[in-house]
């Protein structure tokens, strides 16, 4: 088993890595460590863009009150335009083959964008087959034409850049740019990264399983909702 570090990894992140693959922590202190990873992915994002950018965020269901919340927040302190979008998906595996996975989308709440959106952010707790990232982005990409793509996730495995990009024409994968802090090269017997994120990530947060995220409705998508209709 080998991780690797990016630079963004400084000494107080690697404290937060190792908070998620600590099987005793609970999930309040899990999402909060999340959180946390979140506004540091959002500081290290804002160093790559210019105060007057367009971003464009994309949240998977269960990260969206915990990790995107930490980007969110951290974007909106400094931008003026930021437009978010949530997807709930169902992941599995056809026919018990466990490599060939789809994630097809069974709900999503998608802000409008009256700009042209310089700088699509795809978020993930952690990235694996990339198959939800795929799904959410060629949803996205049929609506928003962005200058520039990050792919952004606490983990990622080794192959998932290479992965991801293969399911794209260069038009779009040269749009790619990929942030995250530790990169894994193994999988647990039962396909999950290791050390990755500390096992399943519906059970870390507090969920009991896909099917309950999938009826959650987040906290931050009824807070923006609410204010969009007020307007």
């Known amino acids: 088993m080998t991780r690797i570090y990016s630079a963004f ?5 690697r404290s937060l890595l190792n908070q998620l693959i600590d099987r005793s922590t609970v999930p309040a202190l899990y999402q909060q460590t999340m959180i946390q990873l979140g506004v540091n992915l959002g500081d290290v994002i804002l160093d790559q863009i210019d105060d007057s950018a367009s971003v464009y965020l994309a949240s998977t269901v269960e990260d969206a009150d915990f990790l995107s919340r930490g980007i969110l927040e951290r974007l909106e302190e400094k931008l003026e335009s930021v437009a978010f979008a949530c997807f709930w998906n169902q992941r599995f595996s056809p026919f018990e083959v466990e490599d060939l996975q789809i994630a097809p989308i069974l709900r999503k709440y998608q802000e409008p964008s009256n700009q042209k ?16 990232v795929k799904t959410n982005l060629i949803d996205l990409i049929q609506k928003v034409e962005p200058e520039k793509i990050f792919i952004v996730a606490p983990v990622i495995h080794s192959q998932s850049e290479e992965k991801l990009k293969r399911e794209f024409n260069s038009e779009i994968h040269n749009k790619f740019q990929f942030i995250y802090f530790a990169q894994d090269d193994e ?4 396909g999950e990264i290791v050390p990755g994120i500390g096992g399943m990530i519906y059970e870390r947060l507090g969920f009991e399983d896909q099917d309950t995220k999938n009826r959650y409705t987040p906290q931050l998508v009824k807070n923006r909702r609410g204010k969009l209709v007020s307007i």
């Open 9 to 13: 990894a400084n000494p107080n992140i």
């Open 117 to 132: 959106i310089n700088y699509l952010v795809v978020v993930k707790s952690i990235i694996s087959s990339a198959c939800v």
């Open 187 to 190: 999988y647990s017997s039962d």
